[in-house]
């Protein structure tokens, strides 16, 4: 008896715990949304912390005409879409090369993959400006494409050579000895496999893209 309610003033005291954790991280979004409808008087001086005393929704038709926001939302979109697609594609095939083949130079390719976590974006900052003039992909969409592309490589194909690497290759054996190729083993046994590690990819590159853009 004392032991269940022991456990039952932990489970809890766990909960208060993770109701405080929860208020503490929502309130800074209520707080943005309460500002949304506030004018400067009530935001500067009359109550910075409160709700707003007078619904203003002229502030979002005014952001809305004034600053482009389709615009802008729309270029966000279309980057975190092309970054989600092209990073799944390259990581998913070079993490199978590395993972179920045996080739020259493997290890040495994975170990080069994996340099690119430890790389500061300050070192890097100079060389893609130049990249990005050589290619003539100035003040186009492609100029923020491709280089969130080659930042979030690194950590997918970590994520995906890990999975890979768990699945039994007699899986391969036996699709091999009924004729299968190597893009079949890939596209029917390899890929469907590891969706899940496919769909961890794609969020964390998802949130990393669209929360930098």
């Given at each position: ?68 926001l389709?615009?802008y ?17 390259f ?8 993972a ?6 493997q290890?040495f390719?994975r ?51 890990g ?10 054996e036996?699709?091999c ?36 853009y």
């Amino acid at each position: 008896m004392k032991h269940h309610k022991r456990l039952s003033v932990g489970s809890l005291l766990f909960k208060v715990i993770l109701y405080v954790y929860a208020v503490v991280n929502l309130y800074p979004l209520i707080w943005m949304l309460f500002y949304s409808f506030k004018d400067n008087l009530e935001i500067f001086a009359t109550n910075p912390f409160g709700p707003p005393t007078v619904l203003h929704y002229e502030n979002y038709v005014k952001a809305w005409n004034t600053f482009n926001l389709p615009t802008y939302f729309m270029n966000s979109v279309k980057v975190t879409v092309a970054v989600i697609v092209f990073v799944v594609v390259f990581a998913t095939m070079f993490a199978y090369a590395t993972a179920r083949m045996r080739f020259k130079g493997q290890g040495f390719l994975r170990m080069l993959t994996l340099i690119g976590l430890f790389l500061p974006l300050q070192c890097i900052m100079i060389p893609i400006a130049v990249l990005v003039r050589d290619l003539h992909i100035n003040n186009t969409l492609w100029a923020v494409i491709v280089p969130y592309t080659a930042f979030n490589l690194s950590f997918s194909i970590m994520v995906l050579y890990g999975y890979m690497r768990s699945l039994p290759f007699e899986l391969e054996e036996s699709a091999c000895l009924d004729g299968a190729s190597i893009w079949t083993c890939f596209l029917r046994i390899i890929v469907p496999n590891v969706k899940s590690a496919i769909a961890t990819v794609a969020i964390f590159v998802f949130m990393s893209v669209w929360n930098e853009y």
